[in-house]
């Protein structure tokens, strides 16, 4: 590939990693935390794509060299994956991994305090983890409103899932909470649902690598839209 297709590359890519970062294009692919360190990467490649053709025109205009002229044409089709990466943002992962991927649910450290009075709103990890590993001591005889989107295993059985990440989605694991009680007659994989109900001691084990899935039962469900964030990352962090 000639400087001139090198540069291109490297601007294309550097202006599309600045585009993810200002807006939230970024958040279908790493954390939320590392928006900094995206809008950095893509100055730093603008900044070398223009240092690029800055150097070739110069060594050009000394050498009379006009080799580059002459490099296949087919190189710029590299530039096609890096248009579909700023025209066509990839959905956040949904039902299908969380389906083919056991809880990640871990012991947390600790548990903070919850406030006295009201309904509940937590995270489905937060409920998960204070539910079977704290037996839900701080959830009892409390309204409790959590947010997640469905998933159905091969049984048929409803789970409202939050994937999180380590650092991007790549990584992404599902933390699951399986719903009893009212629930829609009919669910459909990837829809996100708020869920106001109760905490529940009963339990089950993950289908896929026996981890423990608490259960919630549903009083009320109503659909809600995709979250800014699609992913939780406040249990591993």
């Not at 899932?161 to 009680?181: F, S, W």
């Not at 001691?201 to 608490?214: A, E, F, I, S, Y």
Request: hydrophobic letters at 40%; aromatic letters at 8%; proline letters at 9%.
């Amino acid at each position: 590939m000639n400087r001139l297709a090198q540069s291109a590359l490297l601007f294309l890519l550097g202006a599309t990693l600045l585009h993810s970062g200002m807006t939230d294009l970024y958040l279908r692919y790493v954390k939320e935390g590392l928006r900094p360190l995206v809008l950095l990467a893509g100055a730093v490649l603008i900044a070398t794509a223009a240092a690029t053709l800055w150097y070739d025109r110069r060594g050009r205009a000394q050498a009379h060299d006009h080799q580059h002229h002459h490099e296949p044409r087919v190189t710029w089709l590299l530039t096609l994956p890096v248009l579909a990466l700023i025209l066509v943002a990839p959905p956040a992962l949904g039902s299908y991994s969380a389906s083919h991927t056991g809880t990640a649910l871990q012991k947390p450290f600790g548990f903070a305090d919850l406030p006295a009075d009201g309904p509940l709103r937590l995270g489905v990890a937060d409920y998960a983890g204070r539910a079977v590993y704290d037996d839900g001591r701080s959830l009892r005889d409390r309204e409790l409103k959590i947010t997640g989107f469905v998933t159905l295993d091969r049984a048929g059985t409803p789970y409202l899932v939050r994937m999180g990440l380590n650092c991007c989605a790549a990584d992404a694991q599902p933390v699951k909470i399986a719903l009893t009680g009212d629930i829609p007659p009919v669910l459909s994989p990837d829809t996100w649902l708020e869920i106001t109900g109760r905490y529940t001691p009963r339990r089950t084990k993950d289908p896929v690598n026996n981890g423990p899935v608490p259960y919630l039962e549903v009083t009320r469900a109503k659909p809600v839209p995709t979250p800014h964030d699609p992913y939780d990352e406040t249990w591993n962090t």
